[in-house]
């Protein structure tokens, strides 16, 4: 696919997705979700590690009011069931991690698309927005799903009700991302972070993520067999014997992702 509302770069096992539609802070249209899909699958495959982050300055403002056709003609249903459901499936269901790296403003379906990555790493000066309801809608692009899971029901309420700010230092105290970095170390730090999990061992952080997203609908028990089934299947994997060799040796482990 030939991009034109995104960028693509693959370099050192890591690949960059660029949202490239700064004239209108990023907004989703159906065809940067239509590439975004793309890029995330074709970034899974090339690389250990897939990076979203946003041209300009902001990460992204949302769904694309203005270029899409009258709003009372919108079919939204349809549009987060066809369009979004695809993105958002395809970045949860990446053969490798996926980063969130805010760069600005992320408000509406932008916030939820950083809140659908492994790992979210913003920028001090961006900030998250549930805006839906300014314009009386509800959070959507898995908003529901990931903000009482990562915030609490508390927090998630106030900011579905209310559509304030939460600045990226709210936000990762809240726990609702990993970090939020000083703006001068912030590309350097989501690179640096980058590079640590494309060379680290892929199958362990992929049986992690299952884990862990499977815990809030397992009890105790089913978690535990989970746990056993996965890591069983890490220990036939050669970078588990890659990292005992290491270990024992008192050296860095040089993982190939297998």
Not at 29 to 53: K, L, Y
Not at 165 to 173: E, L, T, V
Not at 250 to 255: Q, T
């Amino acid at each position: 696919m030939q991009y034109q509302t995104i960028t693509l770069d693959v370099a050192d096992d890591i690949a960059v997705l660029r949202l490239d539609r700064p004239d209108v802070m990023n907004a989703m249209n159906s065809q940067m979700r239509a590439e975004v899909t793309h890029a995330v699958a074709a970034g899974g495959a090339e690389a250990r590690v897939v990076v979203i982050t946003g041209n300009g300055r902001a990460f992204c403002s949302g769904q694309d009011l203005g270029t899409e056709g009258n709003a009372a003609d919108l079919d939204l249903e349809r549009i987060l069931r066809d369009e979004y459901v695809p993105m958002l499936r395809a970045i949860r269901d990446c053969p490798v991690p996926v980063i969130a790296a805010v760069n600005g403003a992320a408000a509406g379906a932008g916030a939820n698309l950083a809140l659908a990555a492994d790992v979210v790493i913003a920028t001090e000066s961006a900030y998250f927005m549930q805006a839906f309801s300014r314009i009386g809608l509800i959070p959507d692009a898995g908003g529901t799903w990931a903000l009482p899971r990562q915030m609490g029901l508390a927090k998630a309420m106030g900011a579905a009700l209310f559509a304030e700010k939460i600045s990226a230092r709210q936000a990762d105290d809240w726990g609702m991302i990993w970090e939020a970095v000083e703006d001068d170390a912030f590309e350097e730090r989501w690179r640096a972070r980058a590079a640590h999990l494309a060379a680290g061992p892929t199958q362990a952080y992929n049986a992690a993520r299952e884990a862990l997203r499977g815990a809030f609908e397992a009890d105790f028990e089913e978690q535990l067999l989970l746990e056993a089934r996965l890591q069983g299947h890490c220990g036939k994997t050669r970078d588990f014997q890659e990292g005992v060799l290491a270990f024992l040796e008192k050296r860095p482990a040089r993982y190939e992702g297998r």
